[in-house]
Structures are given as C-alpha cells and as structure tokens.
Nanobody, 122 residues
C-alpha cells in the first residue's frame, strides 16, 4: 500500500518560514520523481516544485522561486519543502506527489498525499 504523509504545516506570520516533510512508503522511493503542489480556497491546484530521482535537479514555479527549496533524502524516503519569506498568498493546502516516469509541472502524478494546511497571516 502506497502512502504519502505530509507534515509540518501550520500558521505563520508573513516573512516567516516553515519546512514541510512528506514521508513515502510502499514504493521504491529513489525510482520516483517527487513534486509539491498547492491549492488555495476557490482556486485550482497549482504546481510548486519538483525534484528528480537522484535529487540533482529541481524546478520551481515562478511564484516561489528564490523563496522555496525542494529536497529529498532517499535514505529516509522523505521529500521536503523549505519555505522562506512566506507571504499571505502562499496560504493553501500543500500536497506532495510521486511520479514514476519523468518530471512534470502538471498534476499527472501517480500517487498523492492527503495534504497539509499552511496559513500565512499578514
């Protein structure tokens, strides 16, 4: 059974930082590309960042470039999203996702977590 479990969300003031974690089980972790997406109330889900299988390459959405960093630890089967300089517009439910073949900025991922809420107050 494949499980992706996000943690680390919460309430933070604008300008603050949070680190999200996503623990993955049930798949060969190092064989999967991993991504983070988010969905704000009343809006469509949007891409945040992805990381390749080895972790050598990452790609960030323009909205978070320079503020968020995706990373992974293949020994711990965990992917992270370090979020700095948070803004109220970053408020959303954040989801991690795993994709077997190829990185993608679209929601075409094989497995998804249940999400973790991030709220940024002004």
């Amino acid at each position: 059974q494949v499980q992706l479990v996000e943690s680390g969300g919460g309430l933070v003031q604008a300008g603050g930082s949070l680190r999200l974690s996503c623990a993955v089980s049930g798949i060969t972790f190092s064989s999967y590309y991993l991504g983070w997406f988010r969905q704000a109330p009343g809006k469509e889900r949007e891409f945040v960042a992805y990381i390749t299988r080895s972790g050598d390459n990452t790609y960030d959405a323009d909205a978070v470039k320079g503020r968020f960093t995706i990373s992974r630890d293949n020994a711990k089967n965990t992917v992270y999203l370090q979020m700095n300089s948070l803004k109220p517009e970053d408020t959303a439910v954040y989801y991690c996702a795993a994709r077997r073949y190829g990185a993608s900025v679209r929601g075409e991922y094989d497995y998804w977590g249940q999400g973790t809420q991030v709220t940024v107050s002004s």
